[in-house]
T-cell receptor, first 109, second 117 residues
């Protein structure tokens, strides 16, 4: 089977740094994506890692370790608008993305 | 705006009725995906198209579900004889072929929310 595990909820305060972990078990692996979804909104793409290491895009960074089947999303300088659900997604052995169950991030003032 | 659009945004129906959702992808995208999302869960893959060809369909999808993309542009997802368990958000996404999925980026629409009474 294929599975992606994420924490169900994370809380933090404005200005803080938070890390959302994702471990995956899939048949085949091409890369790990991260998506953000606000309540009632569409999932929007944040980042993609195909190779090991850290990718940085502004306040957000994403890390991948293929040997550990593990990745994380790092959010820095948290803002209230970052309160949302965050999903990791794997492109496995076909041209579709398989999504995790999501992590709900609540940012408090 | 040339993003992914879905119609209707909300649909309430009675159990046993048929419903159809439409998705208009970003015009230059040849890949189109349907996902289903229930509250507190991640999007669950249903099916995808490259142009008009349906390349994969989830084994979880019952025969009551059918999708088409007749001219390689818009797509429809039909659910026949709806059941209460079909209540969910149906999301459409598009990408620019392998380049899109190769970068892990899909462009999602706002979704069509189905409530089956």
């Amino acid at each position: 089977g294929q599975s992606l595990e994420q924490p169900s909820e994370v809380t933090a305060v404005e200005g803080a740094i938070v890390q959302i972990n994702c471990t995956y078990q899939t048949s085949g692996f091409y890369g790990l994506s991260w998506y953000q979804q606000h309540d009632g909104g569409a999932p929007t793409f944040l980042s993609y890692n195909a190779l090991d290491g850290l990718e940085e895009t502004g306040r957000f960074s994403s890390f991948l370790s293929r040997s550990d089947s593990y990745g994380y999303l790092l959010l820095q300088e948290l803002q209230m608008k970052d309160s949302a659900s965050y999903f990791c997604a794997v492109r496995a052995n076909t041209d579709k993305l398989i999504f995790g169950t999501g992590t709900r991030l609540q940012v408090f003032p | 705006d040339t993003g992914v659009s879905q119609d209707p945004r909300h649909k309430i129906t009675k159990r046993g009725q048929n419903v159809t959702f439409r998705c208009d992808p970003i015009s230059e995208h040849n890949r189109l995906y349907w996902y289903r999302q229930t509250l507190g869960q991640g999007p669950e893959f249903l099916t995808y198209f490259q142009n008009e060809a349906q390349l994969e369909k989830s084994r979880l999808l019952s025969d009551r579900f059918s999708a088409e993309r007749p001219k390689g542009s818009f797509s429809t997802l039909e659910i026949q004889r709806t059941e209460q368990g079909d209540s969910a958000m149906y999301l459409c996404a598009s990408s620019d072929g392998l380049a899109g999925v190769g970068t892990g980026e899909l462009f999602f629409g706002e979704g069509s929310r189905l409530t089956v009474l």
